[in-house]
C-alpha cells in the first residue's frame, strides 16, 4: 500500500472519519469484526462500533469493516429448540421446488426457480 493511500486510512482519534480509522490489516490488539467475534464464540452485544478499518478501491469507495471491542462482547446466545426447529423449517423450505414440491437435498438456485429435474427435464427420445 502506498504512504498516500495508508495516510487517508490512518485516523486513530476519530478526526476525520467520525471514530477511530485504521488501514486494512492494521487494527490493534482488542478489536474484532463480527465475523472475528463470532468465530470466538461472541456478539457484540448491544456496543456501538467502536472503530473502523478501511481499504482504498480506486473505482469506488473504500471498503469498510466495522470493529467492536473483544472486551464488551458477550457470549453467543444458545440456540433454543423452538428456534432450532424454525430454522429447520425455513431451511426445508428452501430444499422444496415449488413445481415438483419435492425435497432438492439442496437449496434450490434463485436463478433457475426449480430443481435442476424440472428446468432442464430430459428430451423425449425418439
Do not use: N
Not at 33 to 48: E, F, H, I, V, Y
Not at 57 to 69: F, S
Not at 94 to 99: E, I, L, S, Y
Request: with cysteine; net charge positive; hydrophobic share 35%.
Amino acid at each position: 500500500m502506498s504512504g498516500g493511500a495508508f495516510g487517508k486510512c490512518y485516523d486513530p482519534t476519530g478526526a476525520r472519519h467520525g471514530i477511530p480509522t485504521f488501514p486494512w490489516r492494521h487494527a490493534p490488539d482488542g478489536y474484532a469484526t463480527r465475523r472475528q467475534l463470532r468465530a470466538c464464540g461472541l456478539r457484540p452485544g448491544g456496543q456501538p462500533v467502536a472503530a473502523q478499518v478501511l481499504r482504498p478501491r480506486y473505482r469506488r469507495g473504500p471498503l469498510v469493516a466495522y470493529l467492536y471491542r473483544e472486551d464488551l462482547a458477550k457470549p453467543v446466545r444458545p440456540m433454543t429448540p423452538a428456534k432450532r426447529a424454525a430454522l429447520a423449517k425455513a431451511m426445508r423450505a428452501r430444499r422444496t421446488c415449488p413445481a415438483c414440491r419435492r425435497d432438492a437435498g439442496y437449496v434450490i438456485p434463485l436463478s433457475l426457480g426449480t430443481c435442476v429435474t424440472c428446468a432442464y427435464p430430459e428430451p423425449p427420445t425418439a
